[in-house]
Every structure is written in C-alpha cells, then in structure tokens.
C-alpha cells in the first residue's frame, strides 16, 4: 500500500455524531422521528463544515 494520505469521509462520521444526538433526544422526548431528522441535518452541516476546514488545512500548507 502506498504512503499517500487517503482522503477522509468526514461528512459520514459528521452525519453519524448527528444521527446519535438526535436519537438521544428523540428517546428522552419521545418523539424520535423528528429528532432524528434534525439530526441527520446537523450532522450534515457538520461533516460539511469539518470537510471544509480540513480542505482550508491542506490548503494551506500546499502554499507554504
């Protein structure tokens, strides 16, 4: 296997650290669906901005 750095599926682990927020608080509510959907959205908005940064990162050192 190479030594290249493999890229990273950050929207995936984001969406997941949503999904079990949102199951949490869907279970003390009881109202799981719901929550779960807003955390799927958060998730995703998360990953994203996690994504984004990381790219900002990598950007930056490429300049350097």
Known sequence: MSNEKRPRNRIGIGLLIGIGIGVAIGVGTDNLPVWIAVGVAIG?????????????????????
């Open 44 to 64: 995703i908005a998360i990953g994203t901005a996690w994504d984004r940064q990381e790219r900002g990162k990598d950007d930056n050192q490429d300049e350097s």
